[in-house]
């Protein structure tokens, strides 16, 4: 689950600044709300808008996302790619598979958009991939091992961006009060941030973002 801790009226006003949220997400984002248990998982305009920014930016070839979800991020971030360009996808729950697919489609992004249903940590061992992105918002004990498992795949220069790695604030927590998500969360923070082979930038958009660019093998 995720909340936002940024002030709630400056998030209005950040996102009535910002470009409109296209018609095919604004659909994606009633069904989610109307079908998911938690719906508050998904990126949401803002995230989504910086998401696609980023990708428009970097222009990569090879990305990857570890949690659709519904599929909101990975529709966001396939609108910024080229059209040579291919976005994969990692779910683990495959009853999401068909609102995702169908607003995969209807965004126009099916061409772009591979995706898988399954165990992330098995699927990665099949993807031998040169990633240039990779977006991971998944279960948050599993980020260090996902992190692990895209490492070595990504390209020097590539980056990954963490979700939730401030986790409504409570990694701010005494440990020994912090429950297994935050206390996950606050691990990974810690290890990227003493890992050399990194340059980290954590920026407080929404729930937290990490960006970490891979300068060294």
């Known amino acids: 689950m995720t909340s936002i801790l940024f002030d709630e009226a400056l998030s209005r006003y950040a996102t009535q600044m910002s470009s409109d949220e ?14 998911e248990m938690q719906p508050v998982m998904l990126s949401g305009h803002l995230q989504g808008s910086f998401l696609r920014m980023l990708c428009s930016i970097l222009r990569p070839s090879k990305v990857l996302e570890i949690g659709t979800f519904t599929g909101y991020s990975a529709i966001c971030m396939a609108m ?22 169908k607003h995969f489609e209807a965004a126009g992004m099916q061409d772009r958009i591979v ?6 940590k098995l699927i990665l061992k099949t993807l031998k991939e040169p990633w240039d992105l990779v977006f991971i918002d998944a279960d948050k004990p599993n980020y260090t091992h996902y992190f692990d498992l895209v490492f070595e795949e990504l390209k020097i220069g590539g980056i990954i961006l963490a979700d939730n790695v401030l986790f409504e604030g409570k990694i701010l927590l005494p440990e020994e009060e912090q429950g297994k998500n935050e206390r996950a969360m606050h691990q990974f923070n810690k290890k990227i941030k003493l890992d050399k082979r990194l340059e980290v930038l954590l920026l407080p958009i929404r729930d937290g973002i990490s960006i970490i660019r891979k300068i060294a093998k």
Request: hydrophobic share 40%; proline share 5%; net charge negative.
């Open 80 to 101: 910024g790619l080229s059209a040579d360009a291919v976005l994969h996808t990692i779910e683990i729950d495959e009853e999401r598979k068909e609102i995702a697919q």
């Open 115 to 120: 995706p898988h249903y399954g165990d992330a």
């Open 22 to 35: 296209l018609p095919a997400l604004t659909a994606l984002e009633r069904e989610t709300y109307l079908k």
